[in-house]
């Protein structure tokens, strides 16, 4: 008897690719019985970020030599200079956007939710659909896919646009000779990153509030079709798991006192990742994070945020705490052992980006559960479950497995 192989991931992706649609209230999956529902958001996190200061160097000779480039350089100058003359905080497409939400048709209202958080540098939902919709059910649980501050819809839609793009990526160049990892993909977060690098700082900040607020209005039944006081667990990501490592260290309300967190190939203390690569930032942007974590960490970031009272806030304290592997390492080994079995990690072993053995050092001593997994077939950390040509059926194993992995440590 011949078994008829589904091959689920692939269809998954196939069926979400053709149907999703941002601009859709709902998109039925009839397949799978699942419904897609863009729920509107309207971020408040403006009033708990401090005020920001530009962080360009005041040297006289820099300042006119980045004059002159940026009147050689209309394309750099429009699509990313223009906006890094106005705070972030006014910027409608961070503030006001919608985000997925995937549960089984067949049920009313859910009374368990699985937040799942994405990577660094991400612009579309697409990759993560049949991820949540996997989830959704194996869990029984309905998922939201949370956007990061300026990622998927949360950014000027020039970001993502190769026409666009594609000019500051080589003006860019034409500035930085010695440039790594450039792409029309990580223009726009290198220069940020590089020419105002607090703003990487505020926009993890920034997106810790909108879940705190996205919590609370879980726990007040303001999401349709999810129970008041449901029940929240985490999936994340790649630069989503340090988003939730400090979500889970910092839990100002107690809102997160009983979730556990999932984490895929990510964790490792920020600079000990290797995230130079043509879909994240390129080498210039990661240098001048590197240079900026020290400056915070050493006391010297009046000078780049005006922080005020925030600086003492538990929030901004466990973000530096996930910033430099040997700074502030006992503070964040300690609160690390104290949610240690509601967390569960698995790296890969070819992962770059988040290598293992970074991982295994930012959490040694911590009691937390770290597997190292290795797929058969060529991956990377972008790309874990890769779909070119043919179905492969060990991707659609290694899916399984990790999808399996986390239903479980998530329904204990």
């Known amino acids: 008897m011949t078994i008829e192989r589904t091959y689920d991931y692939h269809q998954r992706m196939k069926l979400f690719s053709e149907s ?11 397949t799978f019985s699942q419904d897609i529902f863009m729920q509107e958001f309207h971020s408040t996190a403006h009033e708990f970020l401090p005020d920001e200061n530009e962080h360009l160097l005041h040297m006289p000779a820099f300042l006119y030599l980045m004059k002159y480039y940026l009147a050689n350089s209309e394309a750099t100058n429009r699509e990313i200079f223009h906006s890094l003359k106005e705070p972030d905080r006014i910027i409608p497409e961070n503030n006001t956007f ?15 939710v699985t937040i799942l958080f994405h990577g660094l540098n991400e612009r579309f939902y697409q990759k993560y659909l049949p991820w949540a919709s996997t989830l959704a059910e194996k869990t029984n649980s ?32 034409s500035l930085l000779p010695h440039l790594k990892a450039s792409s029309f993909a990580n223009a726009a977060l290198s220069y940020r990153v590089q020419f105002s690098p607090q703003r990487f700082i505020l926009s ?33 990501y790649s630069i989503g798991a340090t988003l939730t490592q400090v979500l889970m260290m910092a839990d100002p309300k107690g809102l997160l006192s009983s979730t556990k967190a999932f984490m895929f190939c990510g964790g490792a203390v920020l600079d000990q990742t290797t995230p130079i690569n043509k879909t994240i930032i390129d080498n210039e942007a990661f240098e001048s994070l590197l240079i900026f974590f020290e400056a915070i960490l050493d006391g010297h970031v009046e000078d780049l945020i005006s922080l005020g009272d925030y600086k003492h806030d538990p929030v901004y304290h ?13 503070e964040r080994i300690v609160r690390f052992k104290e949610i240690s079995d509601r967390i569960h990690m698995i790296c890969l072993e070819k992962d770059t980006v988040m290598r293992p053995e970074a991982v295994r050092n930012s959490m040694k001593d911590s009691n937390i559960p770290l597997e190292i997994l290795d797929f058969s077939y060529p991956y990377k950390h972008e790309h874990p479950f ?16 990790i999808m ?4 479980v440590f998530l329904n204990s």
């Open 20 to 30: 999703f649609d941002l601009n859709r209230e709902k998109t039925t999956i009839d």
């Open 98 to 112: 919608t985000y997925p939400i995937i549960r089984s048709s067949s049920s009313d209202v859910s009374d368990k």
């Open 142 to 173: 309905t998922v939201i896919i949370f956007p990061i501050a300026f990622h998927m819809n949360r950014s000027p839609e020039s970001w993502s646009n190769i026409r666009k793009m594609m000019p500051v990526m080589k003006e860019r160049k």
């Open 204 to 236: 993890g900040v920034h997106t810790f509030f909108d879940v705190i607020k996205l919590l609370e209005e879980i726990k007040e039944g303001d999401i349709p079709g999810i129970k008041a006081k449901a029940e929240v667990n985490i999936f994340a």
């Open 318 to 330: 466990y973000f530096k705490s996930m910033l430099i592997f040997d700074k502030m390492e006992k």
């Open 386 to 401: 890769p779909l070119s040509g043919p179905v492969n059926e060990d991707v659609e194993r290694a899916f399984e497995l």
């Open 404 to 407: 399996n992995r986390a239903s």
